[in-house]
């Protein structure tokens, strides 16, 4: 009986390695199609979804330096901007006017000066001669020295009225994008 069994058991062991073979075979005498094209070049566009933030690397935050109303904005956020562009520009009539006044007024005190430097050598040359007291003649020298300190005030002046003239037109500080 033990006999049997064996004999069954190897009988069916034999035939599923037979087929095993024959299904090898089969697979390998299958043929796989192949198909043919055109070689192109171009570009793959690649893909790729996902989460997250973007935070620029640097920043910079633009202010104006002097007050007033604000006149035109010349940029769009995400505006691409080179050093030096303007971007805003602030009314400049007051700063215009704040020159002129400065103008006009260097112009009073350089007369006014004239005249006093005239009227000094005039004085010396009295003091000198004795005609008037050499307290006039000081009195003289030091208005000189007067209109002169307001001659540096006046130059002074116009260079900070055209200071803030410069600074009511406001201009990227550096390249990048506006946002």
């Known amino acids: 009986m033990i006999a049997a069994i064996a004999y069954f058991v190897h009988r069916r062991t034999k035939a599923q390695q037979a087929g095993a073979a024959r299904e090898q075979q089969q697979a390998a005498n299958r043929q796989i199609p192949v198909v043919e094209a055109q070689v192109q070049k171009k570009d793959v566009p690649i893909f790729l979804d996902g989460l997250g933030s973007v935070i620029a690397l640097k920043t910079v935050t633009v202010r104006s330096q002097v007050d007033g109303r604000l006149d035109k904005v010349l940029f769009r ?103």
Not at 81 to 105: K, S
Request: hydrophobic share 40%.
């Open 77 to 179: 956020e995400g505006q691409p901007v080179r050093a030096g562009d303007l971007l805003a520009q602030i009314d400049p009539r007051p700063f215009v006017n704040q020159l002129h006044q400065g103008e006009g007024a260097l112009a009073r005190d350089i007369a006014q000066l004239k005249g006093a430097k005239l009227n000094l050598e005039r004085y010396k040359n009295l003091a000198a001669q004795k005609l008037i007291a050499p307290q006039q003649a000081d009195d003289q020298a030091a208005l000189v020295g007067q209109l002169e300190g307001a001659v540096e005030v006046d130059h002074a002046t116009i260079d900070t009225a055209k200071l803030n003239l410069d600074y009511a037109s406001i201009r990227s500080p550096t390249d990048g994008v506006t946002g």
